[in-house]
Antibody
Framework: QVQLRESGPGLVKPSETLSLTCSVSGASMRDYYWSWIRQVPGKGLEWIAYKHNNGDTKYNSALQSRVTMSLDMSNSQFSLKLRTVTAADTAIYFC????????????WGRGTLVIVSS | DVLMTQSPLSLSVTLGQPASISCRSSESLEHSHGNTYLNWFQQRPGQSPRRLIYKVSNRDSGVPDRFSGSGSGTNFTLKISKMEAEDVGVYYCMQGTHWPTFGPGTKVNIK
């Protein structure tokens, strides 16, 4: 069974960098896209970024100046860095697997709430 | 970015009765190689989203057959043939043909 688990600080100060890691178990990371999606509590879903081990990487145009995503295939992890955060970045962050053949999201982590506040 | 809209945004359904959610995209979701990457997700209260349908009409493993998807181009529909209590939640359409975007969600509850 594929499992994804997000980890990282639950509280980040404004103007600092939000850093999250997703640990993948039950499946190889090879040959899949891996994504980050966020959700302001009680609101809708926003895709942030995806990355493939072949190097293909895309960022949401609204966030691309502040986002970096990386894969660590040897440790079955991938990460997200979101720079210069504001209160608007307060959200639940999900890590997700994205099979290329469906251009969709089939396995999701439980999500981790990140609050941006001083 | 492709804008996804859904209607209605809220839906109350009697147990055992059908329900239908409409999803429209601002651009055609038919990819140049022929596939249409329109997906439906269910998010139950307090849970992560769960994919129900991919590529318009393909049900994921374990999804009850009372859920069905249809449509083409820019107009799509999710149908629940007979509402059950466990179907309460928010339903999102999402397109993967272009950079991924989600609809605003339709909140489904029991009448």
């Amino acid at each position: 069974q594929v499992q994804l688990r997000e980890s990282g600080p639950g509280l980040v100060k404004p103007s600092e960098t939000l850093s999250l890691t997703c640990s993948v178990s039950g499946a190889s990371m090879r040959d899949y896209y891996w994504s980050w999606i966020r959700q302001v509590p009680g609101k809708g879903l926003e895709w942030i970024a995806y990355k493939h081990n072949n190097g293909d990487t895309k960022y949401n145009s609204a966030l691309q100046s502040r986002v970096t995503m990386s894969l660590d295939m040897s440790n079955s992890q991938f990460s997200l860095k979101l720079r210069t955060v504001t209160a608007a970045d307060t959200a639940i962050y999900f890590c997700v697997r994205q099979p290329a053949d469906t251009a969709s999201f089939d396995y999701w982590g439980r999500g981790t709430l990140v609050i941006v506040s001083s | 970015d492709v804008l996804m809209t859904q209607s209605p945004l809220s839906l109350s359904v009697t147990l055992g009765q059908p329900a239908s959610i409409s999803c429209r995209s601002s651009e055609s979701l038919e990819h140049s190689h022929g596939n249409t990457y329109l997906n439906w997700f269910q998010q139950r209260p307090g849970q992560s989203p769960r994919r129900l349908i991919y590529k318009v009409s393909n049900r994921d493993s374990g999804v009850p057959d009372r859920f069905s998807g249809s449509g083409s181009g820019t107009n799509f529909t999710l149908k629940i043939s007979k509402m059950e209590a466990e179907d309460v939640g928010v339903y999102y359409c999402m397109q993967g043909t272009h950079w991924p975007t989600f609809g605003p969600g339709t909140k489904v509850n029991i009448k």
